[in-house]
RNA sequence: GGCCCCAUCGUCUAGAGGCCUAGGACACCGGCUUUUCACGCCGGCAACGCGGGUUCGAAUCCCGCUGGGGUCACCA
């Protein structure tokens, strides 16, 4: 095979936004396509309308474009194996089934829901495993009509081949599937929308795709896909199940972990990739970050870039263990990553995490936003930022003062810290010359000429003009607060001394 | 429970029979730095699940056990 023949797909289903397991899947086929000048498409799976959240679609998109993860055929760019929506091939799918239905491999069954449900049932108090029960007979298109006529639901089954099923791994090697342990199962719902491993075999088929990279979770799908290539004389594509990631503490990651935490009051977790963006991560540390829970370029790399990563990728170093999304790691690559790119890059990436937040700092200019970057050094996530400079763009009345700040920092010794301040009060009014360096010699020399340390006199104005003991150096705070609004927050401070 | 997959520090991993007294990173613990919070620097702790083989030699190969995970829908 020629390596131009490269063609994979990420195939999302629009439930909601992209989840972090699903950008890895999506990157490491990208990183497959990209490194052997193939294609990466995106494909729609929108086959259950009962499950399609309305504006999901522009919501993954929005998430894959973010990271970076362009697409060369899907939606809004369409290609020459098109519609890439499966709700819109519905035809191709029906003709299929005909095929099959026409050629034995397929046939009509009328089974109700609740009927299905107690055969499983009895079944499972038998301690045997369901399997559904081939009819000797099939039924025939009028079968089918009659049925239908007769309200009830007529979907379709594939005839399961019968001998043992290889699926051939590149990363787990050979897996066989008994023919006993193989089951005949639906291919056409009772809607007549196709199911996902009908739609997805033709998809895969018809859009020529050559490697097929996924979850490990569908390995147990696969026998059903590889039995339908068979059947329908498809070729098979190679197939590559890469290892699930968990939380830290083995669980599923899921949306539902954010309602939980929420239901506790605790922070939720960042989950989906526009959770990550939010929280002020950028986007290529998450896929350095997230190339590794399952890869690894081996001697010891591991801060990588996009093109590093297009360039080490093989499905050989796809290790076969499920991974753990330890947080304070992605956090540990965050912050050199964010100590590391250039600061036009860390500008835009800042604006783009305001804009998703909505915060008040947006109205900043980009001198002063830069400003306020640089006096942050030392930040893990832009949220960061926000924690320990958002005060500036807060208007001085919504300055809240920790009351444990005020009491450590101002009032305690009989408000030592109150009377310092009021001192600084007088030196800062009368200096003009309102920029960093000036004002860090102004304070340490009068740390100096009143024979104190430095904190001492630097936390009771931090505490005055922030409300808590966090802030950029106080000199830096100064200026990027300006002489004005400085003073106006040391009145402010001074007035909680006697409550007035 | 049936079927399937997996198994190196707490976590992500390197390791493809001798280079291993098992390497790196994060976390953790100590120390330094310090104007708060971070950052940074230096040092340290820490793993081949167990039992059998194979071999002169096994983290590396084979078998069993144990443990973990996935999957058993007209959801993808």
């Known amino acids: 095979m020629s390596s131009s023949a490269v063609r994979v797909r990420f195939a999302p289903s629009p439930t909601g936004y992209l989840h972090i397991g699903g950008a890895r899947t999506a990157l490491f086929n990208?990183?497959?396509?990209?490194?052997?000048g193939g294609q990466f498409i995106l494909r729609i799976e929108d086959t259950d309308q009962t499950r399609e959240v309305a504006d999901s679609l522009p919501k993954i998109l929005q998430d894959l474009r973010w990271l970076g993860l362009n697409w060369d055929e899907g939606p809004e760019i369409g290609g020459p194996y098109g519609p890439y929506f499966q709700s819109e091939r519905l035809e191709i799918y029906?003709?299929?089934?005909?095929?099959l239905l026409d050629q034995g491999w397929a046939y009509f069954t009328f089974d109700t829901p609740e009927e299905l449900a107690v055969m499983r049932d009895q079944a499972r108090s038998e301690k045997r495993t369901f399997r559904y029960p081939r009819p000797a007979q099939f039924p025939t298109r009028a079968d089918a009509e009659q049925a239908r006529a007769a309200g009830r639901p007529v979907v379709v089954r594939f005839r399961m081949p019968d001998h043992a099923i290889t699926v051939h791994d590149s990363i787990l090697g050979d897996v066989v599937v008994q023919a006993e342990d193989l089951e005949d199962f639906v291919i056409v719902k009772s809607d007549g929308f196709p199911t996902y491993h009908f739609a997805c075999v033709i998809d895969d088929e018809?859009?020529?795709?050559?490697?097929?990279?996924?979850?490990?979770?569908?390995?147990?799908?696969?026998?059903?896909?590889v039995g339908l290539q068979e059947a329908l004389q498809f070729s098979t594509p190679v197939y590559a199940h890469l290892p699930l990631i968990f939380n830290i503490n083995g669980t599923k990651m899921s949306k539902r972990d954010k309602e939980k935490a929420l239901a506790k009051g605790e922070k939720p977790p960042e989950i989906d990739v526009h959770d990550f963006r939010m929280a002020g991560y950028l986007p290529e540390v998450i896929l350095n970050f997230v190339a590794l829970l399952g890869w690894s370029p081996g001697q010891d790399r591991e801060k990588l870039s996009l093109d590093d990563?297009?360039?080490?990728?093989?499905?050989?170093?796809?290790?076969?263990?499920?991974?753990?999304?330890?947080?304070d790691k992605l956090l540990a690559f965050?912050?050199?990553?964010?100590?590391t790119v250039s600061s036009t890059r860390r500008l835009d990436a800042f604006r783009d995490f305001l804009a998703v937040n909505q915060h008040p700092m947006q109205q900043a200019g980009d001198a002063q936003l830069q400003a306020i970057l640089?006096?942050?050094?030392?930040?893990?996530?832009?949220?960061?930022?926000l924690t320990k400079a958002g005060f500036i763009y807060l208007p001085d009345e919504?300055?809240?003062?920790?009351?444990?700040?005020i009491e450590k920092v101002l009032r305690r010794n009989d408000g030592a810290g109150f009377a310092i301040l009021r001192?600084?009060?007088?030196?800062l009014q009368q200096h003009a010359d309102w920029e960093t360096a000036s004002l860090d010699q102004l304070l340490k020399s009068l740390a100096e000429q009143w024979s104190i340390k430095f904190g001492d006199l630097a936390q009771p104005i931090r505490v005055a003009v922030s409300g808590t003991t966090v802030s950029p150096s106080i000199s830096e705070t100064l200026e990027l607060l300006g002489h004005e609004r400085t003073g106006r927050r040391i009145q402010q401070a001074l007035r909680l001394q006697t409550g007035t």
């Open 30 to 36: 990208w990183l497959l396509a990209r490194q052997c």
């Open 94 to 99: 029906r003709s299929c089934a005909e095929r």
């Open 206 to 225: 018809l859009m020529k795709i050559s490697h097929i990279l996924r979850a490990q979770e569908h390995l147990n799908n696969t026998p059903k896909h």
């Open 309 to 327: 990563m297009v360039q080490l990728f093989s499905l050989e170093r796809i290790g076969k263990t499920n991974a753990r999304f330890d947080r």
């Open 334 to 339: 965050n912050t050199t990553g964010l100590a």
């Open 374 to 385: 640089r006096a942050c050094e030392g930040l893990r996530t832009f949220s960061d930022v």
């Open 398 to 405: 919504a300055i809240t003062y920790d009351s444990k700040a």
């Open 423 to 427: 001192k600084l009060d007088a030196a």
